[in-house]
């Protein structure tokens, strides 16, 4: 019989993603970390922003990644052109401090179609932002439904946009959520958590008969 053991990623070093209150609710941002590829739900993302926006024109959504643009799932170029034009949304490219940009964030949304662990979600959990992201397999291991954060089914706008509603509209949620998501991170996905793992993994394959 052949047994699967499961390790929660490569671990998070806490030191590098420190915990820091979340900004006003006033001009509140709110950031999508993540190659601009059509998988991470970018579409969806910016049709939310545009609904989102109409209704609190001081909201601002930011794409926070690479236009990977060798890639068959690239979002198309002139569709990102046309929405920043437009100001939907901020396009800020590949950055090498993301600390400091979940730092500036409110929420941290990733609408993903799908993932493995996303170690976005990763990062913004230690950082103590609240998560909204879809309920898919990778990205439920980080995020919990109202505890530190909320889920959207995959490609669901009108799920996005009311979840955003949601937490823009409830601070004590938004502050809540993201107490707990440093904790998760905290309790389960640092470093030695899963250095940790990885040993007792080793030793049960070693003394095993």
């Known amino acids: 019989q052949k047994h699967a053991s499961i390790i929660a990623g490569a671990g998070l070093a806490l030191d590098e993603f420190p915990a820091t209150p979340l900004p006003p ?3 509140a941002l709110i950031i999508l970390p993540a190659r601009v590829l059509r998988d991470k739900g970018v579409y969806e993302f910016v049709a939310a922003a545009k609904r989102v926006r109409a209704l609190q024109p001081d ?20 569709d990102l052109a046309t929405w920043v034009a437009a100001r939907n949304i901020e396009w800020w490219g590949h950055r090498h401090d993301m600390a400091a940009v979940y730092a500036e964030a409110y929420i941290v949304c990733l609408p993903s179609y799908r993932e493995g662990l996303p170690r976005a979600l990763l990062e913004a959990a230690a950082c103590a932002r609240p998560l909204i992201t879809t309920d898919v397999p990778g990205c439920r291991e980080i995020c919990r439904d109202g505890e530190t954060g909320l889920m959207v089914p995959a490609r669901d706008v009108e799920a996005l ?4 509603l949601r937490m823009l509209d409830t601070p004590a949620l938004a502050v809540s959520c993201a107490r707990a998501a440093r904790l998760k991170v905290e ?3 640092t470093l030695e ?12 394959l070693l003394t095993t008969p």
Request: hydrophobic fraction near 45%; glycine fraction near 4%; charge should be positive.
């Open 59 to 78: 909201v601002r959504f930011a794409l926070v990644g690479a236009h990977d643009t060798a890639n068959p799932g690239a979002v198309e170029a002139r």
């Open 187 to 189: 309790s389960h996905f």
């Open 161 to 164: 946009v009311q979840a955003l």
């Open 25 to 27: 609710r006033t001009n």
């Open 193 to 204: 958590h899963i250095a940790a793992q990885t040993l007792s993994l080793y030793h049960r």
